[in-house]
C-alpha cells in the first residue's frame, strides 16, 4: 500500500472552552471544521458513548494538505482518565513557544524538549524554530508500545508504512516524505489505554478499503468496525473500517474520495465553534 495519507489525531476533551483556547491562542491552529451529532457514532469516533458530541477539526492548514486535530466533545462528560498509551505530537513551531511565554502558559523541559500540555493532560513537544512555509509544522504523532518488532510486523508488513528512522527502542513510519510521521515507542510494558484514548486517522483510495480489511482478517489481526458507511448531515457520506494495533491503538482508515469532499474547509466552522461554546458558558453562569 503506498497511496496512504496521514489525517489526523483524535482527542478527546471535556473543557470545550479552554480547550479551544490552547489550540487557536497558544498553539495558533484554525478551525477548519466543526460539526454537531445528535447521538454517538456507529463507529465509536466519539469512543464508547451513545449520546451528543461534537468533533472540531483544527489545524495549520487545508486538512487536504496538512496533519490536523480532531478535538471531541462528549456532552456531560467531564474528564477523562489518561492511561500511558499517547506520548506526544512534536510541532515545528518557536511561535507557540513564544506566545506561552506571553501569556504564562506553563513550559516544562523533559529531555532536552520543550514540552506544553494541552488541558486533558496531552503533550506537545515542541521545536523551536519558525516554522516551515513549505510544509505542515507537526511533525509526528508518538505513540508507546509494548514490543517494537510485534509493532513494526503490523504496522510496515501489514499496514504498509514505510520505515525512515529506526533505534533499538523507537521507528519513525509514514507514508511518504511530505507527510506527518507516525512514532512508535517501545516502553517495555503493557500500554494502557485507559478512557481518554485517541485514535489516529490515515485514506486509502475507495477500492483499497475491501483489500486492507481482507489482509488484516487474513493475519487474524483485531478489525474493531467493519466497512462501514458514516453520515455527516448535509456533508459527503464517507465509507471506514477501524483496526486495533497489537497494543489496542486505534487506527480509522478512510476512502481518499469520499473523505475529501467531507473534509472541504468550512468558513462558518468557527462561528459555529464560539456559538456552541457561548451556549456551554451560558449553562453554568
Known amino acids: 500500500m503506498v497511496s496512504g495519507r496521514a489525517l489526523h489525531y483524535v482527542f478527546k476533551v471535556a473543557d470545550r472552552t479552554l480547550t479551544s483556547k490552547f489550540y487557536r491562542e497558544i498553539l495558533g491552529m484554525k478551525v477548519l471544521r466543526h460539526e454537531e451529532f445528535t447521538e454517538g457514532c456507529d463507529a465509536q469516533c466519539n469512543g464508547p458513548y451513545d449520546n451528543r458530541w461534537s468533533k472540531t477539526m483544527i489545524g495549520y492548514g487545508p486538512e487536504d494538505t496538512h496533519f490536523v486535530l480532531e478535538l471531541t466533545y462528549n456532552y456531560g462528560i467531564n474528564s477523562y482518565e489518561l492511561g500511558n498509551d ?76 514505510k520505515i525512515y528512522e529506526k533505534s533499538e527502542k523507537s521507528v519513525l513510519l509514514g507514508f511518504s516524505n511530505n ?3 507516525l512514532e512508535l515507542y517501545d516502553i517495555g510494558q503493557k500500554v494502557n489505554r485507559a478512557k481518554a484514548f485517541g485514535r489516529i486517522a490515515f485514506s486509502i483510495p475507495f477500492d483499497e478499503q475491501p483489500k486492507l480489511s481482507e489482509k488484516v482478517e487474513a493475519a487474524k489481526e483485531k478489525i474493531l468496525t467493519p466497512l462501514i458507511s458514516l453520515d455527516t448531515p448535509g456533508k459527503a457520506t464517507v465509507r471506514v473500517l477501524i483496526l486495533a494495533d497489537p497494543d489496542g491503538h486505534e487506527i480509522c482508515f478512510v476512502d481518499d474520495e469520499n473523505f475529501r469532499k467531507l473534509s472541504a474547509f468550512d468558513p462558518e466552522g468557527e462561528a459555529l465553534l464560539d456559538r456552541y461554546i457561548k451556549k456551554d458558558l451560558a449553562r453554568f453562569e
Open 179 to 181: 507527510q506527518t510521521k
Open 86 to 161: 499517547f506520548r506526544g505530537i512534536t510541532i515545528r513551531s518557536k511561535q507557540a513557544i513564544d506566545k506561552a511565554k506571553e501569556v504564562g502558559w506553563p513550559l516544562k523541559n523533559e529531555d532536552g524538549q520543550v514540552v506544553l500540555e494541552a488541558p486533558g493532560g496531552y503533550k506537545f513537544f515542541l521545536i523551536d524554530d519558525l516554522q516551515p512555509l513549505d510544509k505542515d509544522p507537526i511533525e509526528k504523532v508518538s505513540l508507546n508500545i509494548s514490543n517494537l518488532q510485534r509493532s513494526l510486523d503490523y504496522w510496515n508488513k501489514l499496514l504498509g508504512l
